[in-house]
């Protein structure tokens, strides 16, 4: 079964300073991996994803994530942070079990950003 | 607005009651999802229908059940509420392509 892990629960960077939130991915095939971005009381946007093409891929609002088969990663970077990027992110498989498409999403990684 | 309607947005209910959930896909969609996002289990897949049809069926309770109409909407009916219901609950559509457009979901509190 497709699963994925994010290895941290809470990133916190200042403003104007690098993100890396990380994602390990296991899958029996190639996979289709995205990044997802929930602001609180919101709900959960696409940021970007992988299916297969070009393994940098970059989303919207400046993120971007590299596909690494070696490693298993997914890791989303940006390379300023603004205070708005603020949120829960998630990285997520596609999982084809059964032949239906479902996607399982990780625990989730919030990042604070600080003035 | 990413085209996926979620009503209502705040539902405050009894232990014991049973409540609806409806969404709305986007226009094209034919494939309907159902998550659960609450504090100890994550966002965890419920159930999958596809014009109409179940398809696939994750970790939902046999109190829980949902139904896709024939103009696509679907409804997730949630019964014998207890405490630990309470959550956000979302729905999301796809078309042909991957990656879901989720809805804005609906806040159960069971009191």
């Known amino acids: 079964a497709q699963s994925v892990t994010q290895l941290d629960s809470h990133v916190s960077v200042s403003e104007g300073t690098p993100v890396l939130l990380r994602c390990n991915y296991s899958s029996s095939y190639s996979p289709s991996l995205f990044w997802y971005v929930q602001h609180p009381n919101k709900g959960l946007q696409l940021l970007l994803k992988y299916t297969s093409a070009a393994t940098l891929v970059k989303g919207i609002n400046g993120f971007e994530a590299e596909f690494k088969k070696s490693e298993t990663s997914f890791h989303l970077t940006k390379p300023s942070a603004h205070m708005s990027d603020a949120a829960e992110y998630f990285c997520v498989v596609s999982d084809l079990a059964g032949g239906y498409n479902k996607l399982i999403f990780g625990a989730g990684t919030r990042l604070a950003v600080h003035p | 607005d990413s085209g996926v309607t979620q009503t209502p947005k705040h539902l405050i209910t009894a232990t014991g009651q049973r409540v609806t959930l409806r969404c709305s896909p986007r226009s094209g969609d034919l494939s309907v999802y159902w998550y659960q996002q609450s504090l100890d289990q994550g966002l965890q897949f419920l159930i999958q229908?596809?014009?109409?049809?179940?398809?696939a069926k994750g970790n939902i309770l046999e109190r829980f059940s949902a139904q896709q109409f024939p103009d696509l909407h679907s409804e997730l009916n949630l019964s014998s509420l207890e405490l630990g219901d309470s959550a956000l609950y979302f729905c999301a559509s796809s078309g042909t392509g991957y990656g879901y457009t989720f809805g804005s979901g609906t806040r159960l509190t069971v009191v």
């Open positions: 229908y596809y014009n109409g049809e179940e398809r």
